[in-house]
T-cell receptor, first 111, second 114 residues
Framework: GQQVMQIPQYQHVQEGEDFTTYCNSSTTLSNIQWYKQRPGGHPVFLIQLVKSGEVKKQKRLTFQFGEAKKNSSLHITATQTTDVGTYFCAGRSFGNEKLTFGTGTRLTIIP | NAGVTQTPKFQVLKTGQSMTLQCAQDMNHEYMSWYRQDPGMGLRLIHYSVGAGITDQGEVPNGYNVSRSTTEDFPLRLLSAAPSQTSVYFC?????????????FGEGSRLTVL
């Protein structure tokens, strides 16, 4: 079945440093979504990417979808304490209703 | 709007007991699903439903039953709880259009099986 892996599993950064998490799927995806889960909270949708090579930005966050539609990345510029949490990618294969989540990257910020 | 509501928030069971986790949404979403979250494992799909009367298995369905008699409700049943089912459970829903739908999550139900 479809597998979605994320690296790294954990990332500790000084406040103000950049952060990147990478997502790789075993199959070609129709689209990929990113979610953020604050400690003790529930996942909250951030963005969806659909097109090959697509790049989207939300303030300090930059999301990319690979040309082959099998990988994606999330980059945060100049991290802030509000960025703390676990970031998940989630991919959907063509014709498939199911959304498969990656293992997540837990980001902690050192003030 | 309440969104997706899960009850209970916390539950402790003994091995072999049964229980039902409730999930209700008020957004008229066709698609509903249950995930479990374990450390280092991400979110794994248990069961999902694309509409009333229709359910299907996800990645880890064993030990769980679901039904979808109405659009609003999607309960998850544990018939005979096992310690391996200790986890945080999330219910999530979206519109019926898979190519555009973001998932809306409930706040989670933390289950401990002794």
């Amino acid at each position: 079945g479809q597998q979605v892996m994320q690296i790294p599993q954990y990332q500790h950064v000084q406040e103000g440093e950049d952060f990147t998490t990478y997502c790789n799927s075993s199959t070609t995806l129709s689209n990929i979504q990113w979610y953020k889960q604050r400690p003790g909270g529930h996942p909250v949708f951030l963005i969806q990417l659909v097109k090959s090579g697509e790049v989207k930005k939300q303030k300090r966050l930059t999301f990319q979808f690979g040309e082959a539609k099998k990988n994606s990345s999330l980059h945060i510029t100049a991290t802030q304490t509000t960025d703390v949490g676990t970031y998940f990618c989630a991919g959907r294969s063509f014709g498939n209703e199911k959304l498969t989540f990656g293992t997540g990257t837990r980001l902690t910020i050192i003030p | 709007n309440a969104g997706v509501t899960q009850t209970p928030k916390f539950q402790v069971l003994k091995t072999g007991q049964s229980m039902t986790l409730q999930c209700a949404q008020d957004m008229n979403h066709e698609y509903m699903s249950w995930y479990r979250q374990d450390p280092g494992m991400g979110l794994r799909l248990i069961h999902y439903s694309v509409g009333a009367g229709i359910t299907d298995q996800g990645e880890v369905p064993n030990g769980y039953n679901v039904s979808r008699s109405t659009t609003e409700d999607f309960p998850l049943r544990l018939l005979s709880a096992a310690p391996s089912q200790t986890s945080v459970y999330f219910c999530a829903s979206r519109t019926g259009q898979a190519h555009t739908g973001e998932l809306f999550f409930g706040e989670g139900s933390r289950l401990t099986v002794l």
